[in-house]
């Protein structure tokens, strides 16, 4: 079965930082791009970011450009992201997403980041 | 605001066919795919159609996506109670490098 399993959500201090993970399950994860897509209480989506194959191509939405960073960890079959300088906007509900032929397919279960004083 | 267009809500009764509509430009939509999401209330989306039309194994027949031009629409025929949840539109965009997704719609089946 494929399964995407967020963790390292959690309630943080404005200017704080966060490492997100995602860890892969029952297909080959070094073939397929794989994104991070938020969702703010009570809106809709938002993508953040999405990494390469390889990790070689990085691609950020502008207002995350600077603060956080895409990687993932092939042999550990993880995808991760690191958010820094955090602000209020930020919270959010964050989803790791494969992207497989035309969408995103499957989403994990989500992890929710606090960011208040 | 988001990049595409969705009108917030709609509705219909049982039975009903209803579509709901994503706008958008020559930079996402007007020159690549459109994909399409359920979201349930209190579940993570699920891809419903990719591809402009196409639908994953398990998606219902009663599920169908068109586009043309810079726009892309979303139709259910045979509604159910169960097709009441949110749907959002995404595509590409050239302008952006990055993926720009609908503001949502919230289907209410009366």
């Known amino acids: 079965e494929v399964q995407l399993v967020e963790s390292g959500g959690g309630l943080v201090q404005p200017g704080g930082s966060l490492r997100l993970s995602c860890a892969a399950s029952?297909?080959?994860?070094?073939?397929?791009?794989m994104s991070w897509v938020r969702q703010a209480p009570g809106k809709g989506l938002e993508w953040v970011a999405n990494?390469?194959?390889?990790?070689?191509?990085?691609y950020y939405v502008d207002s995350v450009k600077g603060r956080f960073t895409i990687s993932r960890d092939n042999a550990k079959n993880s995808l991760y992201l690191q958010m820094n300088s955090l602000r209020a906007e930020d919270t959010a509900v964050y989803y790791c997403?494969?992207?497989?032929?035309?969408?995103?397919?499957?989403w994990g279960q989500g992890t929710l980041v606090t960011v208040s004083s | 605001q988001s990049v595409l267009t969705q009108p917030p809500s709609a509705s219909g009764t049982p039975g009903q066919r209803v579509t709901i509509s994503c706008s958008g430009s020559?930079?996402?939509?007007?020159?690549?795919?459109v994909n399409w999401y359920q979201q349930l209330p209190g579940t993570a989306p699920k891809l419903l159609i990719y591809?402009?039309?196409q639908r994953p194994s398990g998606v219902p027949d009663r599920f169908s996506g068109s586009k043309s031009g810079t726009s892309a629409s979303l139709a259910i025929s045979g509604l159910q109670s169960e097709d009441e949840s949110d749907y959002y539109c995404?595509?590409?965009?050239?302008?952006?490098?990055?993926?720009?997704f609908g503001g949502g719609t919230k289907l209410t089946v009366l």
């Open positions: 997403v494969r992207y497989r032929g035309g969408g995103f397919d499957p």
């Open positions: 029952g297909f080959t994860f070094s073939t397929y791009w």
């Open positions: 990494i390469k194959q390889d990790g070689s191509d990085k």
């Open positions: 020559s930079s996402n939509i007007g020159s690549n795919t």
């Open positions: 591809s402009n039309n």
């Open positions: 995404a595509a590409w965009d050239d302008s952006l490098n990055g993926w720009v």
